[in-house]
């Protein structure tokens, strides 16, 4: 059984940068896509980037340049290094796993599995 655990939320001031990490528990981490999405107060849930098996990557574009996807196969970890925050960054972020890149990247509604969230907190 898969599970996935973030870390690294707080709170932090416009300008600033954070570092989440996703930790995934389970068989076969190689053969997941790792995906970081993010729901806002009062928002839906957006896609921010994804990481392929083979370390490609996409990002959203209101995070493309800011933000920064990667993975440590050896540790089964993934992580998402944000930098120059803002206020519009605030939001519950939330790793998830599937086998297929083109679902996570797509954030289609079934995604195999999802970390409970970590919140960040970006005061202006």
């Known amino acids: 059984q898969v599970q996935l655990v973030e870390s690294g939320g707080g709170m932090v001031q416009a300008g600033d940068s954070v570092s989440l990490s996703c930790t995934f528990s389970g068989p076969s981490f190689v053969r997941y896509a790792i995906g970081w999405f993010r729901r806002a107060p009062g928002q839906e849930r957006e896609f921010v980037a994804v990481?392929?098996?083979?370390?490609?990557?996409y990002y959203a574009d209101s995070v493309k340049g800011r933000f920064t996807v990667s993975r440590d196969d050896a540790k089964n970890m993934a992580h998402l290094q944000m930098s120059n925050l803002t206020h519009e960054d605030t939001a519950v972020y939330y790793c998830?796993?599937?086998?297929?890149?083109?679902?996570?990247?797509?954030?289609?509604?079934?995604?195999?599995?999802w970390g409970l969230g970590t919140l960040v907190t970006v005061s202006p």
């Open positions: 998830a796993a599937d086998e297929n890149y083109s679902t996570v990247k797509a954030g289609r509604s079934w995604i195999q599995f």
């Open positions: 990481i392929s098996q083979i370390d490609s990557t």
